[in-house]
């Protein structure tokens, strides 16, 4: 069971000191995460979302590589408790901004050795060497061979990030352009503001309770 809880930045401070200033090089940090860190991948719409995650039972350990990764300038998540049943709890942080993930997978790169190939898929397709299938697969086949934890994904982004991307654009347009097509009487409208401004009912209440999609209740709010 996975109950994430942000630990205190006064704790993460004194807990920090016992080993300041323990990682001082892109290798060191790469050293630690070809055995404890992972790439984290998530099919979203359209593209390949991807996370690294550094964890540890000790927490000053994730502390210093925070420290260390805060410092060349990538961006973290707080530092997470993971609650779990059958093993000792652990400390986590993750990266997760396109750029920074971006960044960090490259300066690792050169140094790991277990995670090398993860790593490498993870550039390829956010440089757009490869497209969504083929870095699943290569995920997959990463699993086949228990290199890597996690299940076998069916491949259905048959584009890279940058056409999906694209893709979601296009599409987003056309439930605007549809959002404003659809023809609600003046009556409605009223009764949709009032439930907004009375009722406090939110946008997806309103489409629900109105049945039209949530953009027709935004353009309809605007509308004042």
Same mark, same amino acid.
């Given at each position: ?85 059958? /093993?000792?709890?652990?400390? &986590? $942080?993750?990266?997760?901004?396109? !750029?920074?993930?971006?960044? *960090? =997978?490259? %300066? ?52 890279? /990030?940058?056409?999906?991307? &694209? $893709?979601?654009?296009?599409?987003? !347009?056309?439930?605007?352009? *549809? =959002?404003? %097509? ?43």
């Amino acid at each position: 069971m996975l109950d994430p809880q942000e630990v205190s930045t006064k704790d993460q401070a004194r807990d920090a000191r016992e080993v300041s200033g323990q990682y001082t090089s892109w290798e060191q940090v790469a050293g630690y995460f070809d055995g404890d860190g992972n790439v984290g991948v998530e099919v979203v719409k359209y593209v390949l979302k991807f996370k690294l995650r550094f964890s540890d039972t000790w927490k000053p350990q994730v502390l210093t590589i925070k420290w260390f990764l805060n410092r060349e300038g990538i961006s973290t998540s707080a530092l997470w408790l993971e609650k779990r049943d059958c /093993r000792l709890d652990a400390y &986590r $942080i993750e990266v997760s901004s396109i !750029a920074d993930v971006l960044a *960090a =997978a490259k %300066a690792m790169l050169p140094f790991c050795v277990k995670k090398a190939e993860d790593l490498q898929i993870l550039v390829d397709y956010l440089e757009g060497r490869l497209n969504g299938n083929q870095a699943i697969e290569r995920f997959n086949e990463e699993v086949r061979t228990g290199r890597r934890s996690g299940f076998i994904r069916e491949p259905t982004l048959p584009h890279t /990030r940058t056409e999906g991307l &694209r $893709i979601k654009q296009l599409e987003n !347009a056309r439930k605007a352009r *549809a =959002a404003y %097509a659809v023809d609600i009487s003046q009556g409605i409208q009223e009764q949709i503001k009032s439930d907004h401004s009375k009722e406090k009912l939110g946008h997806v209440r309103l489409s629900k309770k109105y049945g039209c999609s949530v953009s027709v209740i935004r353009r309809i709010l605007r509308a004042r």
